[in-house]
């Protein structure tokens, strides 16, 4: 993927993936968030739930990842976040400058954030968050529609 060309993700158990691999013709969801964001806890046990659905339960599993690009106070408190709360999606290494970079790009000015890419890192919607509110399961079909990824994905 080229957002993430030359970078390092690491998984739950914080174990390095290489973004090439893992992200290669899928739908990324980058979600800016962290442990102490009140409203970051109120959205991310519903997008755990929307990960769950697409990719562990369906078969085969929808292609789409998603990248926690955190905010927390530390390393530390970032891993406690990710175990605490997440799915078992990746993450940008805390301590990765490329964060800032990240949040500059797609304009993240509050969290809890989900910018919604295609591989090479354009926007599909800034408003990823609202729309799992609002649709969802529904909101990938539109999202695929506009990545222009083939798959073989029906929704229940």
């Known amino acids: 993927m080229d957002i993430f060309s030359g970078r390092i993700l690491v998984n739950k158990d914080g174990e390095k993936v290489d973004p090439e691999e893992a992200l290669q013709n899928k739908i990324v969801g980058l979600y ?5 964001c009140s409203h970051c806890k109120d959205f991310t046990p519903v997008l755990c739930d929307f990960y769950a659905e697409l990719v562990e339960e369906a078969n085969p599993p929808a ?3 998603i990248v926690f690009i955190s905010s927390d106070k530390s ?30 790009k797609y304009t993240i000015m509050a969290i809890p954030r989900l910018i919604i890419v295609k591989p090479n890192g354009d926007v599909i919607t800034n408003k990823g968050k609202k729309q799992i509110r609002d649709r969802g399961l ?5 999202w695929l529609e506009v990545a222009d990824i083939f798959q073989n994905f029906t929704s229940k």
Do not use: I, N, S
């Open 75 to 104: 390393a530390e408190d970032m891993v406690d976040h990710m175990h605490a709360m997440h799915g078992d999606w990746l993450a940008l290494p805390w301590h990765d400058p490329y964060k800032h970079e990240l949040k500059h």
């Open 138 to 142: 529904a909101c990938f079909r539109t």
């Open 32 to 36: 800016f968030a962290a442990g102490w």
């Open 63 to 65: 292609q789409f990842e």
